[in-house]
């Protein structure tokens, strides 16, 4: 603790926690948007390579619980059903993880958040968008955007939440399938920033302080989860999705 708290004040340390909290109540209620939250939160009065260890470890364990929630067999399922989309963006997840500090992601957050913006609010609005059989070489496409921007950004939630979408996937699989996707994709990210020296004996002690108030806030959100019905899901998922984009679309606008 007081290793943290030479890098962080006590008031941050609490509003860090606070945003953890939201950002896992969001996460239990449609599967995604935790590193969204954290990373828009954080970054806010932290440094950017901190708020982004931070919200490491939440990611990865409410991740892996999300995956296993109905079971290892599921789960695996899940895992031979999105193997090529898994695979591509683990390719493209570990790749540019190591340009982080490199390149600048503001052109990559624009091109990423201005169409999911659209989509999600085109689908709100009345228009259903949906897949039906696609081809292993849509399935690659997205898996790469979704690792590449998850790599540099610690979010790739949007991109394989509009996919799921269009699949019109069953919102109890549609959450499996996002904790088996997000969860291997948290670990190579960890792996990932090991490596590029962001996750680091300095950092790592807040990204341990987030794991609680993120897991308690996920298992509140999973209560409403339970409670809701698949229409009333997939437009909450949608509105998510859209405040996601239109976030994304502010941070490459900021960063520019």
Same mark, same amino acid.
């Given at each position: ?53 931070? %919200?490491? *470890?939440? &990611? /990865?364990? =409410?991740?892996?619980?999300?995956? #296993? !929630? ?91 939440? %509009?996919? *799921?979408? &269009? /699949?019109? =996937?069953?919102?109890?699989?549609? #959450? !499996? ?80």
């Amino acid at each position: 603790m007081e290793s943290l708290l030479t890098h962080i004040s006590p008031l941050e340390l609490m509003l860090a926690c606070a945003i953890a909290f939201l950002a896992g109540s969001v996460k239990g209620m449609v599967g995604f948007a935790l590193p969204m939250i954290l990373i828009s939160g954080l970054s806010t009065f932290l440094p950017p390579d901190l708020a982004l260890a931070g %919200l490491i *470890l939440p &990611t /990865l364990a =409410t991740n892996l619980m999300q995956a #296993l !929630r109905q079971g290892a067999a599921a789960a695996w399922e899940s895992i031979a059903k999105f193997r090529v989309f898994l695979l591509v963006g683990l390719v493209f997840l570990l790749a540019s993880a190591q340009l982080v500090r490199v390149l600048s992601p503001s052109a990559l957050l624009l091109m990423l958040g201005l169409p999911v913006t659209f989509f999600a609010l085109v689908q709100l609005f009345g228009l259903r968008l949906e897949i039906k059989n696609p081809s292993a070489r849509i399935e690659a496409l997205i898996g790469a955007v979704a690792g590449f921007v998850g790599g540099m950004s610690g979010v790739w939630g949007p991109p394989t939440v %509009l996919y *799921l979408t &269009t /699949l019109n =996937t069953p919102k109890s699989e549609h #959450l !499996r399938v996002q904790g088996v996707i997000y969860g291997l994709g948290a670990v190579a990210l960890a792996v990932a920033h090991i490596g590029s020296g962001v996750l680091s004996e300095e950092s790592a002690p807040l990204s341990f302080a987030l794991l609680l108030p993120a897991i308690g806030g996920m298992w509140l959100g999973g209560r409403f989860h339970d409670r809701i019905d698949q229409q009333t899901f997939r437009r909450a998922t949608l509105i998510v999705l859209t405040v996601a984009g239109l976030n994304l679309v502010r941070r490459g606008l900021l960063m520019m």
